[in-house]
């Protein structure tokens, strides 16, 4: 399965963006799709996961109230709505799934098999 990322830009403090992350060579089917982001200089941080069987969703506390994930199962694509944006959102945005492995969601990124490149996200102040 292979991933596009897209719907990146710049946007003012305060705005919104939604980013879609769609698979090509298959199916979500079976798996958890989650979003991660990362700043110059750190870590692959998570931000939001979806169960594409069933829609159920989990967020960093950082995104929670301000970012919504969502599946289109005709499009097979992935959402990302993120409003009310702030600066320290400023990141390079990844898609990335994994089998499904249990009730819970994986939030490390290390776990996850396979990734879309990344799409630029910057927020000014």
């Known amino acids: 399965v292979q991933l596009q990322a897209s719907g990146g830009g710049l946007v003012q403090a305060g705005g919104s963006l939604r980013l879609s992350c769609t698979a090509s060579?298959?199916?979500?089917?079976?798996?958890?799709v989650a979003w991660f982001r990362q700043a110059p200089g750190k870590e692959h941080e998570f931000v939001a996961a979806?169960?594409?069987?069933?829609?159920?969703?989990y967020y960093a506390n950082s995104v929670k109230g301000r970012f919504t994930i969502s599946g289109d199962n005709a499009k097979n694509t992935v959402y990302l709505q993120m409003n009310s944006l702030k600066p320290e959102d400023s990141a390079v945005y990844y898609c990335?799934?994994?089998?499904?492995?249990?009730?819970?969601?994986?939030?490390?990124?290390?776990?996850?098999?396979?990734w879309g490149q990344g799409t630029q996200v910057t927020v000014s102040s």
């Open positions: 060579g298959g199916t979500f089917a079976n798996r958890d």
């Open positions: 979806i169960r594409w069987s069933g829609g159920n969703t």
């Open positions: 990335a799934g994994l089998k499904v492995r249990g009730p819970g969601f994986v939030c490390g990124a290390d776990e996850y098999e396979y």
